[in-house]
C-alpha cells in the first residue's frame, strides 16, 4: 500500500509559477513510476505529466509542455510539479499517482494503469 499526499496548491496569478509536491509513504518509493493528473470542474481527470522510476524519461500533455516541470526526489520519497506560466485553464484539482511497472509510450496517460492515487490539491490560477 502506498499513501500519496499533494501539497502546495493555492492561488496563483496568470504569468507567475507555483510548485506542487507529492509525497509518498507506506511501500518503497523505488521502482514506481509518478505522474500528476487534473480535474477541473464538470471535465474528466485529464493526464498532465509523468515521470519513470528513477526518473530518466518524462512525459507531458500538450497543454502544459514547455511550462510545466515534472521532477522526483528519491531520496525524499517526493515528487514535483513545477507550474510556469500558469494560464487560467490551468485551473483545477491536481492529484499524483503511482503506478508499478515499466511507463512507456502506451501508458503513461492512461488512468487505468496507476495504482494509487492522492487526494488532490486546488490550483486556482487568476488572470
Known amino acids: 500500500q502506498v499513501q500519496l499526499v499533494e501539497s502546495g496548491g493555492g492561488l496563483v496569478q496568470a504569468g507567475g509559477s507555483l510548485r506542487l509536491s507529492c509525497t509518498a509513504s507506506?511501500?518503497?518509493?523505488?521502482?514506481?513510476?509518478m505522474a500528476w493528473f487534473r480535474q477541473a470542474p464538470g471535465n474528466a481527470r485529464e493526464f498532465v505529466a509523468a515521470i519513470s522510476w528513477p526518473g530518466g524519461s518524462t512525459y507531458y500533455a500538450e497543454s502544459v509542455r514547455g511550462r510545466f516541470t515534472i521532477s522526483r526526489d528519491n531520496a525524499k520519497n517526493t515528487v514535483y510539479l513545477k507550474m510556469n506560466s500558469p494560464k487560467a485553464e490551468d485551473t483545477a484539482v491536481y492529484s499524483c499517482?503511482?503506478?508499478?511497472?515499466?511507463?512507456?509510450?502506451?501508458?503513461?496517460?492512461?488512468?487505468?494503469?496507476?495504482?494509487?492515487w492522492g487526494q488532490g490539491t486546488q490550483v486556482t490560477v487568476s488572470s
Open positions: 499517482a503511482s503506478g508499478t511497472g515499466t511507463l512507456h509510450s502506451g501508458n503513461y496517460y492512461r488512468r487505468d494503469w496507476y495504482n494509487y
Open positions: 507506506g511501500r518503497t518509493f523505488s521502482s514506481y513510476a
